[in-house]
């Protein structure tokens, strides 16, 4: 004889299985869509950043090649106040060094509306405290007596790993000035 109260239990603890089965799935694949994500945003945080040091590095040397090639100045953007204006920055004299031209090329990339991919700031700044802002590129020159006057770009990033949040450069050029 068979029992008839006991094939229930079986279909309740089936069903009960089964949705907390497909529970899991649920939460496991909303757990994988939120990493990707984060992967996803990290990554374009260094791409930009990336991107953001090559453009800056690229126009340093074009301007300096400009120079070099005799050019009285090199045209840059500047803010006066609100407003934005072209002027010509020396090649010659005391105020064409690599310690101006990175205040100049700072100015310049902020004028143009560059940002930095992690915050509202500018991407280029000015100084040398040597990249510790994410995503900044930080330029500083030093001028090595008569024969050297080199031109510093430094960017961090940081990846944003779990196990190792700490930012590390990404990209580092020195630039000399002929």
């Known amino acids: 004889m068979v029992n008839l109260n006991i094939v229930p239990v079986f279909k309740i603890l089936a069903v009960i299985s089964a949705t907390i089965f497909k529970i899991l799935v649920v939460i496991v694949a909303i757990f994988v ?9 990290a990554n374009s945080g260094i791409h930009s950043a990336d991107e953001n ?27 006066k106040g609100t407003r934005r204006e072209q ?3 020396p090649c010659s004299g005391p105020e064409s060094t690599s310690r101006f031209f990175a205040k100049y090329i700072a100015e310049h990339f902020t004028a143009t509306g560059c940002t930095n991919p992690y915050g509202g700031q500018s991407c280029a700044v000015a100084g040398s405290n ?15 007596g008569s ?6 770009i430094v960017t961090t990033v940081s990846d944003h790993d ?8 990404l990209r580092f050029n020195r630039i000399t000035r002929e």
């Open 33 to 41: 869509l939120l990493i990707g994500g984060w992967i996803f945003h």
């Open 53 to 79: 040091h090559t453009r800056i590095k690229r126009f340093a040397e074009s301007a300096f090649e400009t120079c070099s090639a005799g050019a009285s100045g090199v045209k840059m953007m500047t803010r």
């Open 87 to 89: 002027v010509l920055r």
């Open 130 to 144: 040597r990249g510790t802002s994410l995503g900044q590129a930080h330029l500083w020159g030093s001028k090595i």
């Open 147 to 152: 024969d050297r006057d080199d031109l510093f």
């Open 162 to 169: 779990l196990l190792d949040p700490v930012a590390i450069p």
